[in-house]
């Protein structure tokens, strides 16, 4: 019910399907019940707990017997944090995603995995595709969604019956259309997208640009910002895959990007274009760890789920500045 799971249990209720929504609650709010329950009309069935809790998550699918398909979200992201607690991050990360293997191996239940382009590290070829080598992770975030995918490819290999879809998700930005749910941010936002729309705001007093001398078109890094609606669609998409049999391997990955390498002064323009708003931003050093370009070769997802993305850049940032002025309504 974070983020990314809020826009896709939206989907799957408006399409007709029931939804059990587990979540601890940890960085996210109750409220985002009410928002999905306004957009669709449903409330999903919701179970206030950690998916750590082998008791509870037990519990879970010995109540519903019949579950589809799982779709697992529950991770923590921040990179700096990362680096500053890695036993946190291995703890829930991967102690979670074990726990709930269990349940989906033991009856064969479609899986789906939300990984990240983190595991390409810096590529040494633009678009990246799924066959591109992972580098070593730079941080135990990076870490845990490589270790993650391992898991799970072994979990495939071994348990006959057991199918997962690993999504390699690349910058996910906007929000829904109806402004009901988007994205929390806890405290000062470290990605760029919430942290450009609080300065417009005027929670912040300016953005500052992470490095402006990259070898790159415009100097600034490029990154391949996909709307939160896009993505959303492409997990329905990969489940329905699975549902199908469609799948050859039991253990596939698809990248989910738009294939476009946006900077962050084209999206910087895109913004302001959008909505009508400057942009206070200035030139500051690069951040440590960041990698200079990355954006998919989103082929693969196109020719063998049949999903592509279908919003522009514009109309996501639109989308993230409406979920902003929103919340100031909220607070
Ligand atoms: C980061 C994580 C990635 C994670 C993703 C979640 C790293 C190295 N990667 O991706 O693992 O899956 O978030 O969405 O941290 N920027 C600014 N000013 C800001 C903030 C960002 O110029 O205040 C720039 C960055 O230098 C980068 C771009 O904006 O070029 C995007 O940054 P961000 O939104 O943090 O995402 P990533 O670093 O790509």
């Known amino acids: 019910m974070g983020y990314i799971g809020s826009h896709v249990t939206s989907l799957l209720l408006q399409k007709g399907i029931e939804v059990i929504v587990i979540d601890n609650l940890d960085n996210t709010r109750l409220e985002v019940l009410d928002g999905i329950e306004s957009i669709t009309g ?8 950690d998916v750590c809790d082998e008791h509870n998550l037990k519990a879970v699918f010995d109540e519903f017997h019949d579950i589809g398909g799982v779709i697992h979200f529950a ?11 890695p036993l946190k991050y291995y703890d829930n990360n991967l102690g979670g995603l074990q726990k709930l293997l269990k349940y989906a191996v033991l009856k064969s239940i479609p899986f789906i995995f939300s990984s990240s382009c983190t595991v390409y590290g810096q590529s040494e070829t633009l678009p990246i595709s799924e066959s591109e080598p992972l580098k070593p992770p730079t941080s135990p975030y990076g870490n845990t969604k490589k270790i993650g995918e391992q898991i799970i490819e072994d979990c495939c290999q071994a348990y006959e019956g057991f199918h997962a879809i690993l999504l390699r998700y690349f910058n996910p930005i906007g929000a ?5 749910i988007g994205e929390f941010p806890k405290g000062v936002p470290q990605n760029l997208v919430p942290f450009l729309t609080q300065t417009v705001r005027g929670i912040r007093p300016v ?3 992470f490095g402006s001398t990259y070898d790159t078109p415009d100097g600034t890094c490029l990154r391949d910002y996909i709307h939160v ?16 049999n469609q799948n050859s391997d039991s253990c596939e990955v698809y990248n989910v990007g738009t294939g476009k390498g946006v900077s962050v002064l084209e999206l910087i323009n ?7 708003k400057k942009v206070p931003y200035e030139f500051a050093d690069p951040r440590p760890g ?39 309504r909220i607070e």
């Open 42 to 49: 449903t409330r999903p069935i919701f179970k206030q707990m």
């Open 229 to 244: 609606m896009d993505l959303a669609e492409a997990h329905i998409a990969s489940l329905d895959y699975l549902l199908k």
């Open 270 to 276: 895109a913004f302001e274009k959008a909505t009508g």
């Open 176 to 180: 829904h259309p109806s402004s009901k």
């Open 75 to 85: 991770a923590h992201k921040s990179v700096s944090e990362s680096v500053e607690a």
């Open 290 to 328: 960041d990698t200079v370009a990355a954006y998919a070769d989103a082929s693969k997802i196109k020719t063998k789920i049949g999903w592509k993305a279908q919003y522009s850049l514009e109309e996501a940032l639109k989308s993230a500045w409406e979920w902003e002025k929103s919340l100031e």
């Open 207 to 209: 953005l500052r640009v």
